[in-house]
T-cell receptor, first 114, second 116 residues
Framework: AQKITQTQPGMFVQEKEAVTLDCTYDTSDQSYGLFWYKQPSSGEMIFLIYQGSYDEQNATEGRYSLNFQKARKSANLVISASQLGDSAMYFCAMSLTGGFKTIFGAGTRLFVKA | GAVVSQHPSRVICKSGTSVKIECRSLDFQATTMFWYRQFPKKSLMLMATSNEGSKATYEQGVEKDKFLINHASLTLSTLTVTSAHPEDSSFYIC????????????FGPGTRLLVL
């Protein structure tokens, strides 16, 4: 069975500093995708970044990068130069290739301090 | 990224009435859409997978007669909460998968349902 684990219920970071949000996953499949979503207080789910299981390089999207360690089954999100607007809930997710459903972790709430 | 709309954004209804929520993919075709429910400070709970032209696939514990799903076209799925009760009050979010782009799921803005 597939599973996503986010062990940090809450995180604090100083504005302009970098922060890493942890995510580990479990699957016996070889082909899968890993995602990170941001959910601000408004409730909308905002897609941040994607990593395919066969991608050899870590994904990057602006200030977001995904530290993909396949052997460890981890897919940590790194946010560089944190901004006050980064304060939100962050969800790690995984889906198997082929249109199957996506499963989500419990989420990490990030607080950025001025 | 792709755009998914959801309507209404908020709805308040009386107990016993039915509420319909629409989910539309605006710039791509979605043969599969997903309906989630989210309780305060909790993760998303998948309720059902909506398949265009066929019956929805419900997750274990979700009442299919309570939560009716219709996926009539490649861009529209609807969730109807029938005979709503206060315990159905929640945040409902739909998503659609863009198979043309990394199979990423794009989410609608959500619907806050309050049943009085």
């Amino acid at each position: 069975a597939q599973k996503i684990t986010q062990t940090q219920p809450g995180m604090f970071v100083q504005e302009k500093e970098a922060v890493t949000l942890d995510c580990t996953y479990d699957t016996s499949d070889q082909s899968y995708g890993l995602f990170w979503y941001k959910q601000p207080s408004s409730g909308e789910m905002i897609f941040l970044i994607y990593q395919g299981s066969y991608d050899e390089q870590n994904a990057t999207e602006g200030r977001y990068s995904l530290n993909f360690q396949k052997a460890r089954k981890s897919a940590n999100l790194v946010i560089s130069a944190s901004q006050l607007g980064d304060s939100a809930m962050y969800f790690c997710a995984m889906s198997l290739t082929g249109g199957f459903k996506t499963i989500f972790g419990a989420g990490t709430r990030l607080f950025v301090k001025a | 990224g792709a755009v998914v709309s959801q309507h209404p954004s908020r709805v308040i209804c009386k107990s016993g009435t039915s509420v319909k929520i629409e989910c539309r993919s605006l710039d791509f075709q979605a043969t599969t859409m997903f309906w989630y429910r989210q309780f305060p400070k909790k993760s998303l709970m998948l309720m059902a997978t909506s398949n265009e032209g066929s019956k929805a696939t419900y997750e274990q514990g979700v009442e299919k007669d309570k939560f009716l799903i219709n996926h009539a076209s490649l861009t529209l799925s609807t969730l109807t909460v029938t005979s709503a009760h206060p315990e159905d009050s929640s945040f409902y979010i739909c998503s659609a998968r863009d198979l043309g782009f990394q199979e990423t799921q794009y989410f609608g803005p959500g619907t806050r349902l309050l049943v009085l």
